[in-house]
């Protein structure tokens, strides 16, 4: 058992493995709070059917699955997206798995140096408060653990789509919807709150994401990619 913050919210999270403890180091606090506890039946559930898993990083995943569905109703979700700072600023990528996301951040990376901090690479924390939008870092940082303990306003989401050329249009607010909503986290059946107060407060979240400045952006892997996308940001930066 130890203590953990994340978003600002504390929790005291019981695991069976070791693996937990270590995943959560850089997250770690003196301070205890809500407990996060999983059973057997949970963590099994993470395995979706398949074979082959580990328990230990199954339990990870049940573990972040609660930690998630207690902070929706204090207006923070998990957001599906690599986000980066720069400048103090943070800006995130997000688009279906396997599109580029993370190598949309290296090529920022690369190109802006040491302006530029990895938030999270994966699975960070959006808090939505009225009009402004703050991304935390957690551990979850994907299948390269790119992720840091620090958090930033949010400026600008890029809706990535792999192209042979770079473009930049912005998107409505109506238009970005969707697409960000199907990036949300969302509730499981098998959740004990209620569902329907959840979805509602999630789609109000969505909804208040979206007004912030939404681009889509077509790009390959090449710097004129990175600063297609950052000068369509700057004025919001």
Same mark, same amino acid.
Request: a negative charge.
């Given at each position: 058992?130890?203590?953990?913050?994340?978003?600002?919210?504390?929790?005291?999270?019981?695991?069976?493995?070791?693996?937990?403890?270590?995943?959560?180091?850089?997250?770690?606090?003196?301070?205890?709070?809500?407990?996060?506890?999983?059973?057997?039946?949970?963590?099994?559930?993470?395995?979706?059917?398949?074979?082959?898993?580990? &328990?230990?990083?199954?339990?990870?995943?049940?573990? $972040? @699955? +609660?930690?998630?569905? &207690?902070?929706?109703?204090?207006?923070?979700?998990?957001?599906?997206?690599?986000?980066?700072?720069?400048?103090? &600023?943070?800006?995130?990528?997000?688009?279906? &798995?396997?599109?580029? +996301?993370?190598?949309?951040? @290296?090529?920022? @990376?690369? $190109?802006?140096?040491?302006?530029?901090?990895?938030?999270?690479?994966?699975?960070?924390?959006?808090?939505?408060?009225?009009?402004?939008?703050?991304?935390?870092?957690?551990? $979850?940082?994907?299948?390269?653990?790119? *992720?840091?303990?620090?958090?930033?306003?949010? +400026?600008?989401?890029?809706?990535?789509? *792999?192209?042979?050329?770079?473009?930049?249009? @912005?998107?409505?607010? *109506?238009?970005?919807?969707?697409?960000?909503?199907?990036?949300?986290?969302?509730?499981?059946?098998?959740?004990?709150?209620?569902?329907?107060?959840?979805?509602?407060?999630?789609?109000?979240?969505?909804? +208040?994401?979206?007004?912030?400045?939404?681009?889509?952006?077509?790009?390959?892997?090449?710097? *004129?990619?990175?600063?297609?996308?950052?000068?369509?940001?700057?004025?919001?930066?």
């Amino acid at each position: 058992m130890f203590n953990a913050c994340l978003a600002n919210h504390f929790f005291t999270i019981e695991n069976h493995y070791s693996y937990v403890a270590s995943l959560f180091e850089g997250y770690k606090s003196d301070e205890p709070g809500l407990v996060i506890a999983v059973s057997d039946k949970e963590i099994e559930f993470e395995a979706h059917g398949e074979n082959g898993w580990e &328990s230990a990083y199954l339990e990870s995943l049940a573990i $972040y @699955r +609660k930690i998630c569905e &207690s902070l929706i109703l204090d207006n923070v979700v998990l957001f599906h997206c690599s986000s980066l700072q720069i400048d103090g &600023s943070a800006i995130l990528f997000t688009a279906p &798995s396997g599109t580029g +996301k993370s190598t949309h951040a @290296r090529l920022w @990376r690369e $190109y802006f140096g040491s302006r530029v901090t990895m938030i999270n690479d994966d699975k960070p924390l959006i808090h939505i408060e009225n009009s402004i939008v703050t991304v935390f870092g957690t551990p $979850y940082g994907g299948k390269d653990n790119i *992720q840091n303990n620090l958090s930033a306003p949010v +400026k600008a989401i890029f809706l990535l789509e *792999q192209s042979p050329q770079n473009s930049v249009e @912005r998107v409505p607010s *109506q238009e970005a919807f969707p697409f960000l909503l199907k990036q949300t986290y969302k509730v499981h059946e098998h959740t004990t709150m209620n569902v329907a107060q959840v979805c509602t407060q999630t789609l109000d979240l969505i909804l +208040k994401l979206s007004k912030l400045p939404v681009f889509k952006l077509r790009c390959n892997i090449s710097e *004129q990619a990175v600063l297609a996308s950052y000068d369509a940001a700057k004025e919001f930066l």
